[in-house]
């Protein structure tokens, strides 16, 4: 597509329920990231993969997220058993070729989650 | 690791003013350096970047920013602020050759009348 598409733009859970995140990137675009962006907090860095590589799960809170990316295209972020700490905007963002440094992100509009 | 600093949270700008926003970053070579705009409900947009040669860039919507090696600064200007330039401003890093941008935690743009 034109550019980066997330879905849903917003969704509202119930504390202890799991949530599927989804993020469809630029056509080509073979880098893809996940941020977390809290009030006031700046963006966070979550995950990302590069082609057929393994992913960096360095920024991952706990092993309550995952992640995973399909034929190198559209990922889902996975939260279990949200807490409401959880609750932020999600922002994925995809690069062409192996970096920012060279390219810049395009990021989507974001996923609002909140958990009640 | 490296890091960004946006000292200012808010500022708050008349419209037709100049406006500058601060960056600071802790690396210790010269990495590359970004701003990006995000609009309310909006992701963000990259308005320019840096990675070598002439230190000052120029980017979209009228915005350019100056690399100071010395300062440690990548601050953001424009010369006459418009009121749809209201938004969140964020500052971001990468060492060189490495893919995962570091963000500073943004400043918000008011624009008065």
């Known amino acids: 597509g034109a550019g980066v598409s997330q879905s849903p733009s917003n969704k509202v859970t119930e504390k202890g329920k799991d949530v599927e995140l989804r993020c469809d990137p630029i056509?080509?675009?073979?880098?893809l990231y996940w941020y977390r962006q809290s009030l006031g907090q700046g963006l966070e860095f979550l995950i990302y993969?590069?082609?057929?590589?393994?992913?960096?799960k360095s920024g991952l809170p706990s092993d309550r997220f995952s992640a995973e990316r399909t034929g190198g295209s559209v990922s889902t972020l996975t939260i279990q058993r949200t807490q409401q700490e959880d609750s932020a905007v999600y922002l994925c963002?995809?690069?062409?070729?192996?970096?920012?440094?060279?390219?810049?992100?395009?990021f989507g509009s974001g996923t609002r989650l909140t958990v009640v | 690791a490296q890091s960004v600093t946006q000292p200012d949270i808010h500022i708050t700008v008349s419209e037709g003013a100049s406006l500058e926003l601060r960056c600071n970053y802790s690396?210790?070579?010269?990495?590359?350096l970004f701003w990006y705009v995000q609009s309310p409900g909006q992701g963000l947009q990259l308005l320019l970047k840096?990675?070598?040669?002439?230190?000052l860039v120029q980017g979209i919507k009228g915005f350019e920013a100056e690399f100071k090696r010395s300062q440690s600064s990548f601050n953001l200007r424009k010369p006459s602020v418009h009121w749809s330039d209201a938004a969140e401003y964020f500052c971001?890093?990468?060492?060189?050759?490495?893919?995962?941008?570091?963000f500073g935690k943004g400043t918000m743009l008011l624009v008065s009348p």
């Open positions: 971001a890093v990468a060492p060189s050759g490495y893919s995962t941008l570091t």
């Open positions: 056509s080509g675009h073979t880098a």
């Open positions: 840096y990675f070598s040669g002439d230190t």
């Open positions: 993969f590069q082609g057929n590589s393994a992913p960096d």
């Open positions: 690396y210790g070579a010269t990495p590359y």
């Open positions: 963002a995809s690069s062409l070729g192996s970096g920012a440094s060279d390219y810049g992100y395009t």
